[in-house]
Nanobody, 121 residues
Framework: QVQVVESGGGLVQAGGSLRLSCAAS????????MGWYRQAPGKQRELVAR???????NYADSVKGRFTVSRDNANNTMYLQMNSLKPEDTAVYYC???????????????WGQGTQVTVSS
């Protein structure tokens, strides 16, 4: 089994910054990709940023230039630095991990429980 835990959410004023963390642990042989997704009330879950192995990244157009995704491969941890936050960034942010598991070496996708980010105007 693989566990995924997010942290770092909270309440911030517009223009402020937050840093989210995502830690994966358990039966991991390797990680192919990690990504941040978000879901606002009444909306579908959407990709925010994704980082692949070794270090390819892609971002939603709405966050380009404001958010930066990074990864600590040694600790199976991913970060999302969010700057210049806007009220429309308010959502629950979820971490997704595409992991090759032990001992089967099969690849599965795992989700965390999510962390709330609220940006006040």
């Amino acid at each position: 089994q693989v566990q995924v835990v997010e942290s770092g959410g909270g309440l911030v004023q517009a223009g402020g910054s937050l840093r989210l963390s995502c830690a994966a642990s358990g039966s991991i042989f390797s990680i192919n990709a990690m990504g941040w997704y978000r879901q606002a009330p009444g909306k579908q879950r959407e990709l925010v940023a994704r980082i692949t192995n070794p270090s390819g990244t892609n971002y939603a157009d709405s966050v380009k230039g404001r958010f930066t995704v990074s990864r600590d491969n040694a600790n199976n941890t991913m970060y999302l630095q969010m700057n210049s936050l806007k009220p429309e960034d308010t959502a629950v942010y979820y971490c997704n991990v595409e992991a090759v598991t032990t001992p089967t070496r099969l690849t599965f996708s795992y989700w965390g429980q999510g962390t709330q980010v609220t940006v006040s105007s």
